[in-house]
């Protein structure tokens, strides 16, 4: 069985979007997230009987589809999110998968995970109070998470009785800061999520506004990767030796793809190590193919016996990252703990893991106008700043700009397995940047960490 580069590109664009909802308190993004899933048909009965009771309990005598997202106990009774609430639902253009993340300052870290995988962010503005500080910090998550595509969803519109001004206002403030930041396509939709008006049906209040609804831009925004081209990487996660009659000589190199394309026949080189070798065979579900792409988990056979083990990184020979052990990167801290400068920790990358000690915190970064702190010293939870890492062994790092997938890594302690931190290497905004150096590691520093 063979697919051809033709057949390859025909699969290239993609079925699935990925995208986060963000905005600040009381804003209607829980409205907005349940009346998108109400209006295009994606609530089970059961769901919605439940919604309607507890909407009835609550003295509402039209159901709050907020309550659909708010799953959590201390959601509804205070009326807000705090957790990410992961919604999947489909139409017969596109499968979605929905992050409903916090708003609230102390809940940063909760959006940063949701925003983390998205393909495209819906930030929320109230259109009585314009773009606010909150929404600025949300635009700026966005930016750092390098997600390609943000919408402006100015709410309430029903509100401000659906003036077009104000609408244009709101979206020009907004539009200017996101490109200062380096999102790449910005698109402002306005809305009434609690009347429906522009989320899956056009609004009979706004004639003055031509462009597509929520859902339709959902399901049009262009997620398509020319995964030709892509940098290709399989961090190998097992390696299989069966040793039996039948497959006596077998050893395949097993796990996801994490980008780009991998052909039989290809020179491929085993990172960190740096040893080379030729794509002899591409396993796929139990059939052999001649060409593999990201996120197919597949089995690569390599034409010479060489040492490969879990935590190694496949790549193209002509097409290799650097191979540093002093990283530098911007991370977001999410432990209750803080984090501090000599503090050491475990790096989890792909699927290797390497002890690591924090050398250096040069900045802090202020969300609300991007502004840096210097040496702070510590992050603690929420924070969000630079660092410079060094690790006990060397990594084969992207910058997060290239590849999401392998330019992004967590900070883990060592003592108990709590996620501190997660990072993501190279150059914070595609705007604008920080750049720090790592002093020399010391021995005293090094003792006991076999760097």
């Known amino acids: 069985m063979s697919t051809s580069t033709e057949q390859l590109a025909g699969l290239s664009a993609t079925t699935l979007l990925r995208f986060a909802t963000a905005g600040s308190v009381d804003d209607g993004k829980s409205t907005l997230v349940g009346r998108l899933l109400h209006d295009s048909k994606s609530v089970l ?151 429906g008006d522009n989320v899956v049906e056009p609004s009979a209040h706004m004639d003055w506004y031509g462009g597509p609804t929520v859902l339709e831009h959902l399901e049009t925004v262009p997620v398509s990767h020319d995964l030709t081209s892509c940098h290709a990487r399989l961090p190998v996660q097992y390696v299989i030796r069966p040793q039996t009659a039948e497959l006596p000589d077998y050893r395949g190199y097993a796990g996801q793809i994490a980008a780009g394309t991998f052909r039989v026949g290809e020179p491929v080189t085993v990172l960190p190590s740096g040893r080379t070798s030729t794509v002899a065979g591409i396993d796929l579900l139990g059939e052999s193919v001649d060409i593999a792409w990201t996120p197919q988990s597949v089995t690569l056979l390599l034409a010479d016996d060489i040492d490969v083990s879990r935590g190694d990184l496949i790549v193209p020979s002509g097409d290799a990252p650097a191979i540093t052990q002093d990283v530098e990167a911007t991370v977001c801290h999410v432990a209750d703990q803080p984090l501090t400068v000599g503090q050491r920790v475990l790096l989890k990358h792909t699927t290797r893991t ?19 702190h210097p040496d702070p010293g510590r992050l603690v939870a929420n924070d969000i700043g630079r660092v410079t890492v060094r690790t006990a062994e060397p990594l084969a790092l992207d910058s997060y700009a290239d590849s999401r997938r392998t330019g992004s890594f967590l900070l883990i302690d060592p003592a108990d397995g709590t996620t501190l931190a997660a990072g993501m290497a190279g150059e914070a905004f595609a705007s604008a940047s920080v750049h720090s150096h790592a002093p020399a590691a010391t021995a005293e520093d090094e003792e006991g960490w076999d760097f």
């Open 354 to 372: 390497v002890k690591a000690i924090v050398k250096e915190i040069p900045s802090r970064l202020t969300l609300d106008d991007l502004s840096q």
């Open 45 to 195: 009965t059961d769901q919605l009987e439940a919604v309607e009771a507890a909407s009835l309990r609550r003295g509402q005598e039209a159901p709050d589809l907020a309550l659909l997202t708010d799953g959590l106990r201390a959601e509804r009774e205070q009326g807000i999110t705090i957790d990410v609430a992961y919604r999947y639902f489909a139409t017969p253009r596109r499968r979605f998968i929905l992050a409903d993340t916090p708003g609230h300052v102390q809940y940063t870290r909760n959006m940063v995970t949701g925003a983390s995988t998205a393909d495209l962010a819906v930030v929320l503005v109230d259109a009585r109070n314009g773009v606010i500080e909150q929404t600025r910090r949300h635009a700026a998550v966005a930016a750092l998470l390098r997600v390609p595509h943000v919408v402006l969803a100015v709410n309430k519109m029903d509100l401000v009785a659906y003036e077009e001004k104000v609408f244009a206002a709101i979206a020009e403030e907004f539009t200017a800061y996101a490109e200062e930041l380096g999102v790449p396509e910005i698109t402002a939709i306005p809305i009434s999520a609690l009347a």
